[in-house]
């Protein structure tokens, strides 16, 4: 049984996260105890909000050394995803550094900010987070601040301009929509996530 913990990073969408766990029949718990979160199997960093408040509440927590130090796998999931590169144009902040990349705002492609909805990925081949999930599936997205492209992309969106939906770095996962309201693909992603990394 893989031990599943959820970050409490004192964002919104915890327990949205937390449920959609429920749903495929895997226990996560919720928590911002160091010992309970590098003795996880398996951990989520969730996200919702702006990068600023986002690292304010992990460095009350005490959690950044933390998470920079894990050694399981880690799935950032939207700004949880954003908070893995190493700087945010919102709020003009440091974020993690768990791999090389920026968080820039989604540029003027005269498409309403933010990107909100569901849009189509194109994912690299094999990719163990994609088993099971046809190519160019739909996600849905909230967000109006993006990665663009680089070397850590597993996956891209076009809105207007192509951005990273899912970047990865060693043991690092992030993905930049919601796979916990992306229904039955963004299941089998959270399943892939559990079972196959």
């Given amino acids: 049984m893989t031990h599943l913990t959820i970050i409490n990073t004192r964002c919104a969408n915890l327990s949205s996260v937390k449920f959609a766990f429920d749903r495929l029949g895997y226990h996560a718990q919720i928590t911002d105890n160091v010992e309970q979160i590098q003795a996880a199997d398996k951990l989520i960093l969730p996200g919702v909000g702006t990068a600023k408040a986002a690292m304010q509440n992990l460095t009350e927590l005490g959690l950044i050394d933390t998470i ?45 900010l933010p990107h909100m909805g569901w849009n189509k990925v194109h994912y690299q081949a094999d990719h163990p987070l994609f088993a099971d999930i046809p190519q160019d599936s739909h ?13 850590h992309t597993v996956a891209t969106c076009d809105y207007g301009v192509l951005f990273s939906a899912v970047i990865q770095h060693k043991n690092f996962y992030g993905v930049q929509f919601h796979p916990e309201r992306s229904g039955k693909v963004g299941a089998q992603l959270l399943k892939n996530f559990v079972e196959l990394i």
């Fill in 68 to 112: 920079q130090n894990l050694t399981q796998p880690v799935l950032g999931i939207c700004l949880g995803m954003q908070l893995m590169t190493e700087y945010s144009e919102e709020g003009d902040v440091d974020l993690l550094k768990l791999m090389s990349g920026k968080t820039d705002k989604l540029p003027d492609c005269q498409l309403p």
């Fill in 139 to 151: 996600f849905y997205f909230v967000h109006s601040y993006g990665v663009l492209p680089n070397t």
